[in-house]
């Protein structure tokens, strides 16, 4: 079919030949074949080139489209096989209003823009069944790596920041030290990652026969915020949640003696998952982040 295309663009079996890299002899033998299958002649043969019969019109135009199809498919295969194209599902639960994970995504889009990314928010445990079944290529989580089954990788870390009230006592300061925040009344999200970073909060300020007043709150991150904005009290976030504005709602960096208090980032993925969509993302991790090595 596809010298017949060639051959009915060219009007030449001899220029569609040359055109295609092959002989004359070759492509004309096949074309010959091709209308003893059909049952009918597709060319009027002269000295001055070849021209498409009545039936040879109708036939070439299912042909063109047959042909654009296969090198489409064949194309397109090769771009998936490369990781060129595809699909990639990233698991996570931060937020993608700004920080690493943001840009990370950002980055890759821009590398490979074939490539269809689909995202998905939920708990740690939701998140890590999804990797195992094969419903996630990737999931990213807080926190320092962990043994599990199938591959880890440290990432980054970012800043712990202080979501107050803007009138609040605290909002003037460029930092507040966990010592200020002493007798504070603190709101949580129930959802991931607010039981992690409440266990950073009893860290800090916990101390025999005192205990932090918190609150948790089955909602999310940004009606947490929201509660906030309201004077229900303060809360704690990922540096990444900071990009989106609440009305009400200022940020301050938290820091110890120490300097500023930071929570890690993970990726998590199956060893046996050969999507290479995957491999281009595991690797633009890498460049971005390459202070931990990939492990089992």
Known sequence: ??????????????????????????????????????????????????????????????????VETVDHMAATAKEIGR????????????????????????EYASRFPKVEIQTYEGARACLFAGVDAGRLDVAIVTGDPISREGKVMGLWSERIMVALPEGHRLAGNNIVYWTDLKDETFLFSQRDPGPEIQDILLAKLAAPGERPK??????????????????????????????????????????????????????????????????GFINLLQERYPSLPAGD
């Open 214 to 279: 918190v609150i948790s709150h089955d909602v999310s991150r940004e009606n947490i915020k929201s509660l906030v904005g309201a004077g229900f009290g303060v809360s704690l976030m990922c540096e990444a949640c900071i990009g989106a504005t609440y009305t009400g709602v200022v940020y301050r960096e938290a820091r110890d003696g120490n300097g500023p208090s930071r929570i890690n980032y993970a990726a998590y993925w199956q060893s046996d998952n050969d999507n290479p969509a995957l491999a």
């Open 83 to 106: 990781g060129e194209a595809g699909r990639l599902t990233v698991g996570f639960y931060t937020s993608l209003s700004a920080g690493n994970l943001r840009a990370s995504l950002i």
């Open 1 to 66: 079919m596809r010298y017949a295309v060639a051959a009915a663009h060219y009007r030449s079996f001899r220029r569609a030949a040359e055109a295609l890299g092959v002989k004359q002899s070759t492509l004309s033998r096949c074309i010959s074949q091709l209308e003893e299958r059909l049952g009918v002649v597709l060319f009027e043969r002269t000295s001055g080139g070849v021209r498409l019969t009545t039936a040879g019109v109708e036939i070439l135009r299912t042909s063109r489209h047959l």
